[in-house]
């Protein structure tokens, strides 16, 4: 029986992973997007077929997290055998800004499908399996090594939101015998992270500077510490936890842990550039509650998941630049073309 899948957060860099190995699966992959006035399917465009196809096995709904009732229809409709809640406002410096949205988002948005789920799976006696993206800033201030034991300290309205999705889901485990599992993820990046997140803003800041189309790289604390791996790696725990006989909550992480000045150094040491001609700190780029090191105990992961990380962070320094690399010289080669009269706005966040 092929298996069915709902991935809430298709379109972003998790969603595109995990669809892909859902897909390689043999998993028939429902997704949902938000409406936007442009497209907003870039990271999942290569694994799209018209649905007149017959060999389509990816669809794509239109919905909301802050819209229950549209959830509770494309449940509905979908009667999915897992749902992988990766949805969210997922910017922490975002937050301090839009705290409301975001707990409506992060926190409402995960108890808005919680509830439809177990309507639904009560009515219909269905088992539909849930993942809930939980993440390492829920530690915040609670120092590291940081595992499954750990109390939580929220530095942000993005943290407090997912302490708040990260408790119902065990709640509707406890209250309601839902599968439902928390993924526990430290920091995730990779060639299709968004280029507000600090190492996606470095790769392309240093490669358009070793290319002329760019002079400074403004940036914010370049103390923090955090334990960095690559998402293609992460998807395949959040999968291997909705395989598991039981559900639980678990750690993902590499175990290392890096400063964000090294991050740098590294990426335009790569490109042969010295980062400190080039690098300014601006204040505006500092958050109001900092988390000071991040740093997981995957040793769940590791014994129970049989989950480990394949790419380390020298490996991912190199994918990430070497790909943007690429990127500035098609920029390039069309302001020289004459084709590009302005460059797209640069990551101001
Ligand atoms: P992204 O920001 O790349 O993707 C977030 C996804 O959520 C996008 O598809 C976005 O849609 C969608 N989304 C945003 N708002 C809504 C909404 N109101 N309703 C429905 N969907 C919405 O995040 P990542 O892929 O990096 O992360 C995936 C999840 O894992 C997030 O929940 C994040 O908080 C969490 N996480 C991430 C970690 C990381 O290091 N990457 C670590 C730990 C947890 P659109 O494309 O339209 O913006
Ligand atoms: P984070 O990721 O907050 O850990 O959340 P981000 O890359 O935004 O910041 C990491 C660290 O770098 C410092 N920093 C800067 N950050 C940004 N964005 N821009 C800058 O210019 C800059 N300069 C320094 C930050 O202060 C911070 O200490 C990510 C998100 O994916 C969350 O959704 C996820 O839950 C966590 O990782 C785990």
């Not at 990766?86 to 997922?90: H, T, Y």
């Given at each position: 029986m092929t298996k069915r899948a709902l991935i809430v957060g298709i379109t972003g860099q998790d969603g595109s992973y995990l669809a892909e190995l859902l897909l390689q699966r043999d998993y028939e992959v429902h997704g949902l997007v938000r409406r936007a006035s442009g497209f907003n399917t870039d990271r999942i465009d290569h694994l799209y077929r018209d649905p007149h196809d017959p060999e389509a096995r990816m669809f794509l709904h239109y919905g909301d997290l802050a819209d229950g009732t549209g959830l509770r229809r494309i449940l509905q409709q979908v009667m999915p055998d897992e749902v992988y809640n990766?949805?969210?406002?997922?910017h922490v410096k975002v937050s301090f800004e839009q705290p409301e949205y975001t707990g409506d988002v992060d926190a409402m948005g995960a108890l808005r499908l919680l509830e439809a789920i177990r309507d639904i799976s009560t009515l219909s006696d269905k088992e539909m399996k849930f993942y809930q993206a939980g993440t390492s800033e829920m530690f915040g201030a609670a120092p590291p090594l940081q595992s499954e034991a750990t109390p939580f300290h929220p530095r942000s309205p993005y943290a407090a939101a997912k302490v708040y999705a990260y408790w119902a889901t065990v709640n509707y485990r406890e209250a309601y015998g839902l599968f439902a599992a928390n993924g526990i993820l430290f920091n995730h990046e990779s060639e299709r992270r968004g280029e507000t997140f600090v190492t996606r803003k470095i790769t392309r800041a240093a490669t358009r500077i070793k290319l002329g189309l760019q002079d400074k790289l403004y940036l914010g604390n370049l103390d923090a510490k955090r334990d960095w791996g690559h998402a293609n790696d992460y998807v395949e725990a959040m999968w291997l936890m909705l395989q598991q006989e039981e559900p639980g909550d678990y750690v993902v992480a590499t175990g290392e842990t890096y400063p964000v000045r090294d991050f740098v150094a590294r990426v335009f040491g790569h490109l042969e550039l010295d980062w400190e001609r080039y690098v300014e700190v601006d204040p505006r780029y500092f958050r109001p509650t900092e988390v000071e090191v991040l740093q997981g105990n995957p040793t769940k992961a590791q014994t129970v998941l049989g989950w480990s990380p394949r790419v380390g962070f020298d490996e991912l320094v190199r994918r990430m630049t070497d790909h943007d690399f690429e990127l500035a010289l098609q920029e390039r080669t069309l302001k020289e073309a004459g084709h590009l009269f302005a460059s797209r706005g640069m990551a101001t966040l």
């Open positions: 990766l949805g969210a406002q997922s």
